[in-house]
């Protein structure tokens, strides 16, 4: 089954302690990214990657760190995480060929600041 | 720049009757368009996109959004509200074609019996 995971689903964490959110999908997609969901906003890209290696900032990548060593994985990192950064997060995949436009996303991960 | 502007944080119809949500974007090229789903404590899901082809685009679950280039509008529409419509909708942007997309703050869809 096509598919995007998340682990874990549901993370709460005290401020300052390094904390990542594994995010793999195997559709062999090219494209992956990172949302973070809030009420009122939508969702606001925080990184995506083009390909291995590749990566660049979305809108609000303050204080998140990504990597992209292997196709399927995209990792979200937060090196000290703060009470802002608790939020719901989806990582999302898509390929640059057939039907390119469209992301599948992850099931979200509820992360709670204390 | 690129930017998405749902008009309604929360929209309430009663079932059978029809749904309209709204959607205006602003782009500075011809853009791909997305309407996007999200049920209760679940991710998105893609209701339908536009990607230069016709106008009138057809979605799953009855849903259609319509591009006006000259509204720069992709509203969201169904003839008959059913109570599993209820959902949190998400109309999306995106100049790049998938790996850079800007999203709607969102509207909520009630269903009323």
């Known amino acids: 089954e096509a598919q995007v995971t998340q682990n874990p689903r549901y993370l709460i964490t005290v401020t300052g302690k390094k904390l990542t959110v594994t995010c793999s999908q195997n559709?062999?997609?090219?494209?992956m990214s990172w949302y973070r969901q809030d009420p009122g906003l939508g969702l606001r890209q925080i990184y995506y990657?083009?390909?291995?290696?590749?990566?660049d900032k979305g809108d609000v990548p303050e204080g998140y760190k990504v990597s992209r060593k292997e196709k399927r994985n995209f990792p979200l990192i937060l090196e000290s995480p703060s009470p802002n950064q608790t939020s719901l997060y989806f990582c999302?995949?898509?390929?640059?060929?057939?039907?390119?436009?469209?992301?599948?996303f992850g099931p979200g991960t509820r992360l709670l600041v204390l | 720049a690129q930017s998405v502007t749902q008009l309604g944080s929360h929209v309430s119809v009663s079932e059978g009757a029809l749904v309209l949500l709204r959607c205006n974007y602003s782009?500075?090229?011809?853009?791909?368009l997305f309407w996007y789903v999200q049920y209760p404590n679940q991710g998105l899901q893609l209701l339908l996109k536009?990607?230069?082809?016709?106008?009138l685009v057809k979605g799953i679950n009855g849903f259609e959004a319509e591009f006006k280039k000259s509204e720069t509008s992709f509203h969201l529409t169904k003839p008959s509200a059913h109570m599993s419509d209820a959902a949190e909708y998400f109309c999306?942007?995106?100049?790049?074609?998938?790996?850079?997309?800007?999203f709607g703050a969102g509207t909520r869809l009630f269903v009323k019996a």
């Open positions: 782009s500075s090229v011809p853009p791909y």
């Open positions: 999306a942007v995106s100049e790049t074609g998938g790996f850079k997309t800007i």
């Open positions: 999302a995949s898509s390929s640059p060929t057939g039907g390119a436009e469209t992301q599948y």
């Open positions: 536009y990607t230069s082809a016709a106008t």
């Open positions: 990657s083009m390909n291995v290696e590749v990566t």
């Open positions: 559709m062999n997609h090219e494209y």
